[in-house]
């Protein structure tokens, strides 16, 4: 795509606050796009969608949990039911196996729910790959969840098998479900680990298997509870079963009640703003490492401009700034 390709920023943030369904992918895509051009381009889309409702509207779900404990299908059981109730979703699903030049890969373990997505006006789903981040989530993820905000109720991203330390969604969701499988040992693994303090709702996937899935809830319970744990949230527990589409709706009711506790507490634009800040210092520090950071004074100084102008923005004036100290050097 050449740079007069390349969509204007102003008329398709427009389109996509209109909330049109061609404009969101087309958002998506230039997100994606790694030309020069396209980079300054997503900068003016994401300043462009940076209002009120970026900080204070809508509902960014993370969800994580070990590979086998049914997050996708747990996720679309979670779909179905916010759909039922009139809400639109946006879904972000990390996939390792998918690929950018083929268009996306495998989402939600079903081809199917994606041509079924085609017919909802209500629901949006994208696939992207991981690109061997070892987070769980691709760079890409935060901005790209910034611009699904932007018209959907709820977005969703879920990530790939999480492993010990990959935490990465924790800079990202409001609200983050770690799902889990019962009679795991992986399970306990991570309980004791640093996993342990990222979520803020627990399920218990397979709740239909009885008893392996109560012991696993009650494992969880008596380790969830930490003094560094968010005072005024109580971490609850829930057994959940995505193939009997039990447990959901109650799934759901804490999903509601932890956002109203962020906007109660005045914390939900806080946490958001802190999520782009942490993006752009990783951005920085994974295209120019640690040598670059310095070149614009450490963190200390980034953390200073950024308070001071659109993140976004000053992201992309940040690079160039210490593209132009490399060139100077040469």
């Not at 691709?138 to 790939?160: K, Q, R, Y």
């Not at 889990?180 to 990222?198: H, R, V």
Request: glycine content about 10%; overall charge neutral; charged content about 25%.
């Amino acid at each position: 795509m050449t740079q007069a390709q390349l969509p204007d920023p102003e008329q398709l943030a427009a389109r996509i606050l209109r909330g049109e369904r061609s404009a969101v992918a087309s958002g998506l895509n230039l997100l994606d796009n790694k030309l020069a051009g396209a980079r300054q381009r997503s900068a003016h889309l994401l300043a462009a969608l940076a209002g009120e409702r970026a900080l204070n509207d809508g509902h960014l779900i993370g969800v994580t949990g070990p590979p086998g404990a049914g997050k996708s299908s747990l996720v679309s059981a979670m779909i179905r039911q916010w759909r039922l109730a009139g809400r639109t979703v946006g879904v972000l699903a990390v996939d390792p196996s998918s690929r950018p030049e083929l268009g996306g890969g495998a989402l939600l373990g079903d081809r199917i729910r994606i041509k079924n997505a085609a017919h909802d006006e209500g629901l949006f789903i994208r696939s992207l790959a991981n690109r061997n981040q070892l987070g769980g989530v691709a760079t890409e993820v935060w901005p790209m969840s910034w611009l699904l905000l932007a018209c959907f109720d709820v977005v969703v991203v879920e990530t790939v098998g999480v492993g010990q330390t990959e935490i990465d969604i924790a800079e990202i969701g409001d609200t983050v479900l770690y799902v889990a499988q019962p009679a795991s040992g992986d399970t306990i693994q991570y309980l004791k680990s640093g996993i342990i303090e990222i979520p803020d709702i627990f399920a218990v996937n397979k709740s239909d298997l009885g008893a392996p899935a109560h012991k696993t809830a009650s494992e969880i319970g008596r380790s969830a509870p930490r003094s560094d744990r968010r005072d005024g949230w109580d971490y609850p527990v829930c057994l959940v079963s995505a193939t009997m589409n039990t447990g959901i709706q109650q799934l759901h009711g804490h999903f509601d009640r932890h956002r109203v506790f962020l906007a109660d507490a005045r914390l939900l634009g806080k946490l958001r703003t802190r999520h782009q800040s942490g993006w752009v210092l990783r951005v920085l520090k994974e295209e120019f490492g640690t040598f670059g950071i310095e070149l614009l004074g450490g963190y200390a100084e980034i953390g200073r401009r950024l308070e001071e102008a659109n993140q976004f923005e000053e992201c992309e004036r940040l690079r160039q700034h210490i593209i132009s100290r490399f060139k100077s050097s040469d």
